[in-house]
């Protein structure tokens, strides 16, 4: 079954450093999705992209958030700017429809020091 | 805006027994989907059960099985001949019909399955 895969699975930055997180979604997917899971806590919502342009974000997706899709098969996740309230579990999903499940990746555990 | 609330942070249950968890949430919309998700150990995400809210029929897979009452914004899940490999936590989610394709998750219910 077609998966959706995450790269690095941990990712160690110092804080103030820039971190590209990497997914590659189910190829035939066009519904594209960032969450995040600090610690301990409940999945939340960051940023869904469709037709190569943001369709939804969330307050915590501030500036120093930004998604790309700079080829066919990508789909990225950069932080500027690292803060220590980062660390967290960062998942890709993706979809084929809009009202069709999401597709999970492994997550890629960012921690930041 | 739409909550979801998982009141069990915890639950276990001995191997081939049943366990249902609880999930409620709040929305004024009429149209919608419901999900519970499992998260195991290896921390993958994945998609146990889907409700849509239009359906009276109550959705199930295998030995999992959801309780929704629209009425009451209840959305349960029962796992049903519980097995060792089911012990992950379990995320309830929502999800708007329309106008948005975002999950809003419940905190979790972390069950562990006992031999």
């Known amino acids: 079954e077609p998966e959706v895969t995450q790269t690095p699975s941990h990712q160690v930055t110092q804080m103030g450093q820039e971190v590209i997180l990497r997914c590659v979604p189910i190829s035939n997917h066009l519904y594209f999705y960032w969450y995040r899971q600090i610690l301990g806590q409940k999945v939340e919502f960051l940023v869904s992209f469709y037709n190569n342009e943001i369709s939804e974000k969330s307050e915590i997706f501030d500036d120093q958030f930004s998604v790309e899709r700079p080829d066919g098969s990508n789909f990225t996740l950069k932080i500027r700017s690292t803060k220590l309230e980062d660390s967290a579990m960062y998942f890709c999903a993706s979809s084929a429809r809009l009202d069709s499940p999401l597709h999970f990746g492994n997550g890629t555990r960012l921690t930041v020091t | 805006a739409q909550t979801v609330t998982q009141s069990q942070p915890e639950m276990s249950v001995q191997e081939a027994e049943t366990v249902t968890l609880s999930c409620t949430y709040d929305?004024?919309?009429?149209?919608?989907?419901l999900f519970w998700y499992k998260q195991p150990p290896s921390r993958q995400m994945i998609l146990v059960i889907r409700q849509e809210a239009y359906k009276q029929q109550n959705a199930t897979e295998n030995r999992f099985s959801v309780n929704f009452q629209k009425a009451a914004k209840s959305f349960s899940l029962k796992i049903s001949d519980s097995q060792l490999g089911d012990t992950a936590m379990y995320f309830c989610?929502?999800?708007?019909?329309?106008?948005?394709?975002?999950?809003?998750f419940g905190t979790g219910t972390r069950l562990q399955v006992f031999p």
């Open positions: 929305t004024s919309e009429s149209n919608y989907y």
């Open positions: 989610a929502f999800m708007k019909t329309f106008g948005t394709d975002k999950l809003i």
